[in-house]
């Protein structure tokens, strides 16, 4: 299987601050790599698929960057609605596998 | 709107199955896949499968080593996934989620507990 893994496991951030997570596969995936929001008890969340593009009614806010095994999600200007934990997902090779999260908490 | 109404918490036995439902509404049901996702507590998301609920072809992942089967019933637009062989590691949210491809997935049910317990 496909291994993901994200970086920082944590951070603790700022409302207006710009934040950067990374994700990383462990063979190369192409773009077929998605992320999710999740807050806590609630289902995930759709943001962005193929890498970089944005699901619909999803704010301009978030992007996505990169190909093959690096990959980055940005959030420009943090808002209170943005604390949550954040996965991304490879979609490249059965059996499709999630990283284990990035929590963004406010600081 | 598109809106996924899955079917309520179940508490089973080891060994067990269990049916959980999935039920879509607010586009055509038969033109979009239905991926199914669960998350055991503290744990990351885990894909388990999906359903092409146009002509009914499946793949499942191979972790669950053939325990889950998915299918679907266009006439009431309703997703299914059976787990049989219930073992405690099996305690988890299980949620449905739409997919406009056999690899995407956009809109997401609010999930089901589904817990192992002797």
């Known amino acids: 299987d496909i291994q993901m893994t994200q970086s920082p496991s944590s951070l603790s951030a700022s409302v207006g601050d710009r934040v950067t997570i990374t994700c990383r596969a462990s063979?190369?995936?192409?773009?077929?790599l998605a992320w999710f929001q999740q807050k806590p008890g609630k289902a995930p969340k759709s943001l962005i698929y193929?890498?970089?593009s944005l699901q619909s009614g999803v704010p301009s806010k978030f992007s996505g960057s990169g190909s093959g095994t690096d990959f980055t999600l940005t959030i420009s200007s943090l808002q209170p609605e943005d604390f949550a934990t954040y996965y991304c997902?490879?979609?490249?090779?059965?059996?499709?596998?999630f990283g284990p999260g990035t929590k963004v908490d406010i600081k | 709107q598109v809106q996924l109404v899955q079917s309520g918490a179940e508490v089973k036995k080891p060994g067990a199955s269990v049916k959980v439902s999935c039920k879509a509404s607010?586009?055509?049901?038969?033109?979009?896949?239905i991926h199914w996702v669960r998350q055991a507590p503290g744990q990351r998301l885990e894909w388990m499968g999906w359903?092409?609920?146009?002509?009914?072809?499946?793949r499942s992942s191979p972790t669950f080593q053939g325990r889950v089967t998915i299918t679907r019933d266009t006439s009431a637009t309703t997703a299914y996934m059976y787990l049989s062989s219930l073992r405690s590691e099996d305690t988890a949210v299980y949620y449905c989620?739409?997919?406009?491809?056999?690899?995407?997935?956009?809109?997401w049910g609010p999930g089901t507990l589904v817990t192992v317990s002797s």
């Open positions: 989620s739409r997919g406009p491809t056999l690899t995407t997935l956009d809109s």
């Open positions: 063979q190369d995936i192409s773009n077929y």
């Open positions: 359903i092409n609920a146009g002509n009914g072809d499946t």
């Open positions: 193929a890498a970089s």
């Open positions: 997902q490879q979609y490249n090779t059965y059996p499709f596998t």
């Open positions: 607010g586009y055509t049901f038969t033109r979009y896949f």
